[in-house]
């Protein structure tokens, strides 16, 4: 099989088994891409992960588009995009019937609000392992053994400024990628 089919096939079940979107998609992503496949690095897979968010549109749209470039250059691109897309247009035109002759449904009602949970689980995951990876620059809690001071400063200072002071988050990237290529050069 050649790697731009396998690219497809893997990027529409991430497609297809997403639920959440968003961060919710990128243990699934990371799952095929660093684990099962090794087609790119976890530190790879985490710059990838940090310039899908920075770039306009949504972030699995992003992430795989990236992943894509990363694995097979541009078609890779089209297959991961279109793999993860395609899935996702045919369940919500699916859906759209569904609900409309269910919407008053209580068990229909109740199987969202479980969904709506694992998807909080999901984005919970991704931000630990993002969060792991940035201060101790490993992938699993088990692997731990130094942190990274700084990054656990910036991330801090970051923190406050935008809860506290609530200043633009794009100005803060900025400044922050800027100190980020002081400190770590």
């Given at each position: 099989?050649?790697?731009?089919?396998?690219?497809?096939?893997s990027?529409?079940?991430?497609g297809?088994?997403?639920i959440?979107?968003?961060?919710a998609?990128?243990?699934m992503i990371q799952?095929q891409v660093?684990n099962?496949?090794?087609?790119?690095?976890?530190?790879?897979?985490?710059?990838?992960?940090?310039i899908?968010?920075?770039?306009?549109?949504?972030?699995?749209?992003?992430t795989s588009?990236?992943?894509?470039?990363?694995i097979a250059g541009?078609?890779g691109?089209v297959?991961a995009?279109f793999g993860?897309?395609?899935?996702?247009?045919?369940i919500?035109?699916?859906?759209?019937?569904?609900?409309?002759?269910?919407?008053?449904?209580?068990?229909?009602?109740?199987v969202?609000?479980g969904?709506?949970?694992?998807?909080?689980g999901?984005?919970?995951?991704?931000?630990?392992?993002?969060l792991?990876?940035?201060f101790f620059?490993v992938?699993?809690i088990?692997?731990?053994?130094?942190?990274d001071?700084?990054?656990v400063?910036v991330?801090?200072?970051?923190l406050v400024v935008?809860?506290?002071?609530?200043f633009?988050?794009i100005l803060v990237?900025?400044v922050?990628?800027i100190?980020?290529?002081?400190?770590y050069?």
């Amino acid at each position: 099989m050649s790697k731009l089919v396998q690219i497809f096939i893997s990027f529409f079940q991430i497609g297809l088994f997403s639920i959440g979107g968003g961060y919710a998609i990128i243990p699934m992503i990371q799952e095929q891409v660093v684990n099962l496949h090794g087609w790119v690095s976890q530190k790879t897979f985490t710059d990838i992960i940090t310039i899908s968010q920075m770039t306009p549109g949504p972030l699995a749209v992003n992430t795989s588009t990236f992943v894509g470039i990363q694995i097979a250059g541009v078609p890779g691109a089209v297959m991961a995009t279109f793999g993860c897309v395609i899935s996702g247009i045919v369940i919500s035109l699916g859906l759209y019937r569904f609900f409309q002759k269910h919407q008053e449904s209580v068990y229909v009602l109740d199987v969202l609000k479980g969904l709506k949970a694992a998807s909080l689980g999901l984005i919970v995951s991704a931000a630990a392992t993002i969060l792991v990876l940035t201060f101790f620059g490993v992938s699993e809690i088990s692997q731990i053994s130094s942190m990274d001071w700084i990054s656990v400063i910036v991330f801090l200072i970051c923190l406050v400024v935008l809860r506290k002071w609530k200043f633009n988050p794009i100005l803060v990237m900025i400044v922050t990628g800027i100190a980020g290529g002081i400190l770590y050069t």
